[in-house]
């Protein structure tokens, strides 16, 4: 077990944009002091980070499990973007008062040793596990900022759907992290639609990890309760990629429900899309396992985020609008500040697909793109071998 | 390519009750007469065979390509158990008058070149190309009314799901045809809700085959269309066993929407129920692919028979019933005279499973049948884990 210092930080990253700091420290400071990490006794230190519809749940999800788990500081710190409510109150202040994220988890009560922090520096300072929820836009800036200022022998976990991509090929989000930070990153990614995780409908998730098969079992000791089921798997790209393209999938099912082609069709192109996935994990990473596809993170996530998912849901108004309304337009109308991953994990695997010259082998992706960019109308999903590009 | 001989013949047989013989016989005698095969030109003959939803969708396919392909005679006989409609007039007429199924695909047009034919003998004797496309339970007695029948080199296909159960173990239906009939027996499977690939919705299919990969294009040729892909794959028993257990997963698909448990539920227990098939198939047979679970025979069938099927939908209607409503009562009000295959073929995996000992391997089918008889409420398909059996 390499995690052996007295802090466990959990970072639920709020979804709406990039990170601010500072203003609830002195509260959170005291609250530090008393931790039992604080007097040596090696509790591994939950502090906290993110608070978007999936961040809050993650954040119910180990705070319940922090309280029974004797090798667990019993306070999981939540980091949240600041944002001032309708009523003028801030959103820290309220869930700390209501215990509920009023804004993106409104309803459920968090466990309430959740405890909300808008400063990101102060809230990770303590922390020895780091949980990363947010748009996978805002990784890059939130790096920055935490550079240099997380020390000792930290792990942290990834649950951030995406890839950045860069000149030199796609860059998953773990590998940012252990970069810029200089931690080692598990991932978790799965079937897993916040909002029936939030109300302890039974479902599975899946945690991919890249050496320590000890640390993945921490992670999923911190995860797993009755109602989601959580298994380590020694994989941790194939995991990561499965989370980021299935969103691409999930844009493409959603075109086949707005066309209404019914459930044959959504079958055969979740398939597609599914076979599409593992193709390309595989190539950009040889080590990527088959069995990982047969995992919470692979099939069963393609099957729910196409049946339920937001990215389903927008693209499915996108194809009624015949193409005529744009994703922006309509990710403002129907998702109330929460941002979708689909259309710009299309855009990003289309240039690797294009910079790789591997576009021809991944007509469906190619094509997800180029209905999404107005260059193909929606019908063409099913007839994406026409349209090669 | 093994196929020589003059004739082919496609059977598609009555989903409702065993099969009866004679009376158009006449008719068809004089019709067989004036094919070419019959003047020694060697045109693989598609004759015809059966005639339920799945069966009268398949003479559809089969007999578009039958008049483009110029090593096939264009004539497609679908054999039809005769059934006398509400008006008075029988099947066999009314199909050949209006070229339509009116009993059990109303409103699409066979083509012109399909022709009814009652009598099962007739239908098959000058065939080189036989598909079988029933309820599973009736293709016991079939067989054995086709023994001795089928002579000269003849191919077979199956598109039936379900399995036989022996004492020995289980037998395959394209097993049941080879050994009774004497024949080769490909399998055709895959996500094919048939009403919509009636209406030419795009869709997918697999074709498993045993030996010889030229048998298996014939077949791919004979069913490939622009809406609806075939591809064959070299383990026709992992296609079949697809086929067949996907229906007790439907069960359980159908088990968690009736109780409302939503789609992350929904797509763990597909998962799951994915798992199995792929753990039972490589435990019969050694043989069994992973690959073959990525075809639209595996995960594309269990998608959309769990997403559409009629095995689904009558357990929701059980499910929802609290488990009061016996499931022949069910299948009797819904299904006007089709028949529910999910809950036989889950009394007969479980019988499987008993007498190999294998049943603490396979909760979720396990589980399904004791649900289905009763001795679990629909509920516990999520807490299957607490009965294993």
Known sequence: MRIRSSFFSIFLLSSSSSPSSSFFSSRFSSLSAMSPGANGDFKSRVTVVGSGNWGSVAAKLI??????????????RMWVFEEVLPNGEKLTDVINKTNENVKYLPGIKLGRNVVADPDLENAVKEANMLVFVTPH???????????????????????????????????????????????????LMGANIANEIAVEKFSEATVGYRESREIADTWVQL???????????????????????????????????GLDMGNNTKAAIMRIGLREMRALSKLLFPSVKDSTFFESCGVADVITTCLGGRNRRVAEAFAQSGGKRSFDELEAEMLQGQKLQGVSTA?????????????EMFPLFSTVHQICTGRLKPEAIVHYRDHKA
Chains 1, 2 share one sequence.
């Open 63 to 76: 705070a319940s499990n922090a309280l029974k788990l004797p090798s667990f500081h019993d306070e999981v």
């Open 137 to 187: 836009q805002f990784m890059g800036g939130i790096c920055k900022k935490l550079k240099g200022k997380v020390t000792g022998e930290v792990e942290a976990i990834s649950l951030v759907k995406g890839m950045e991509v860069k000149k030199e090929g796609p860059c998953m989000i773990s590998s940012v992290i252990s970069k810029e930070l200089g931690i080692n990153s598990c991932v």
């Open 223 to 257: 995860f797993n309760t009755p109602y989601f089921m959580v298994t380590p798997v020694h994989d941790v790209e194939g995991v990561e990629l499965c989370g980021t393209l299935k969103n691409v999938v999930a844009i493409a099912a959603g075109f086949v429900d």
């Open 347 to 359: 855009r990003e695997v289309y240039e690797v697909l294009n910079h790789c010259g591997w576009l």
